[in-house]
């Protein structure tokens, strides 16, 4: 009987007490704060982001033991610390130092100055079908939508054209949201693999915009020969103080329909999930993000 008791009190997850992390986030090399950085626990739908001065507070009451919170954000690598180590600390402890990924400008530098392209720009778009309606997006989540390459050359974004719509609702507390954009590469499995540019770019549409278009000329962002996957995040304003779990954020980007899953989800940092539900407006296709692009391919080199 003792030993059955052993056993049952092994599985019963241990609880961390009730505590609030608070801190900054900074640069590990200037020491400059870093906004929108994003602390969430491994595996789990619970997470923050940085305020504008860099400074944060997670409250980790519901975690485990057995958790790891990840800080993350992009041109930085990922920090991890498991939960026991940071129990019990003063908030002079808690000031994360996020090291860059030095090598990444090196990269962007050389693609920009030794690749050449053609004048006529491609337009590319998400989803072929007309209805096209808005599709709210709790905080902290991403999606990435694949934006295939018809012609499978190498070549470069220099535009993309997101559409917004107020989705303001009476029955539901409404917040005003932000955007992080990102693009990634197809890693072999077909997912969202490696990040193709790393410069954090986080955009602030008004709640009645309709459109947001971001130049992307002079940033470098390669187009694979298989195409790209564009992430949006869904990134909690400093402003907003959440009252309950049942809320929704606007504007809303509009979404349109297609044959194929081109729609990835994941929860900040956690790892991919492939969009297999259909549409509640067409039962036999999938929702995507509306979005559009331009793109330039690369000149072929002459002999």
Excluded: C
Excluded at 17 to 38: E, R
Excluded at 97 to 116: A, G, R, W, Y
């Amino acid at each position: 009987m003792k030993i059955f008791s052993i056993l049952i009190l092994l599985l019963i997850p241990i609880l961390v007490p009730s505590q609030t992390l608070k801190g900054v986030v900074l640069d590990n090399i200037t020491n400059k704060t870093l906004p929108y950085a994003s602390l969430a626990l491994k595996d789990k739908n619970s997470g923050v982001y940085s305020n504008e001065d860099g400074t944060y507070s997670f409250n980790i009451s519901k975690a485990s033991a057995k958790d790891t919170l990840v800080i993350s954000l992009i041109g930085y690598h990922n920090k991890k610390i498991a939960v026991t180590h940071i129990l019990g600390r003063t908030e002079e402890d808690l000031n994360f130092q996020m090291l860059p990924k030095f090598e990444t400008l090196d990269e962007v530098l050389i693609h920009n100055t030794s690749k050449t392209y053609r004048n006529n720009k491609i337009k590319l778009s998400s989803g072929n079908r007309k209805l096209i309606f808005p599709f709210s997006v709790p905080f902290g989540y991403e999606t990435a939508t694949l934006i295939e390459n018809p012609k499978h050359k190498n070549g470069k974004l220099v535009k993309l054209h997101l559409k917004f719509k107020d989705s303001s609702k009476d029955i539901y507390d409404t917040y005003q949201t932000y955007y992080r954009i990102a693009f990634y590469n197809i890693d072999s499995l077909g997912f969202p693999g490696d990040l193709l540019h790393f410069e954090n770019i986080i955009i602030k549409p008004e709640i009645h915009e309709k459109n947001y278009i971001i130049d992307l000329e002079d940033k470098g962002i390669p187009f694979t020969k298989k195409g790209i996957f564009i992430g949006i995040e869904t990134v909690k304003p400093d402003s907003v103080k959440l009252k309950s779990s049942m809320y929704v954020t606007t504007p809303s980007i509009l979404h349109k329909h297609t044959k194929h899953r081109l729609k990835y989800a994941r929860f900040r940092s956690n790892d991919w999930i492939k969009h297999s539900r259909k549409s509640v407006h067409k039962d036999k296709l999938y929702a995507v993000p509306f979005i559009k692009i331009e793109m330039v391919y690369e000149k072929e080199k002459t002999k």
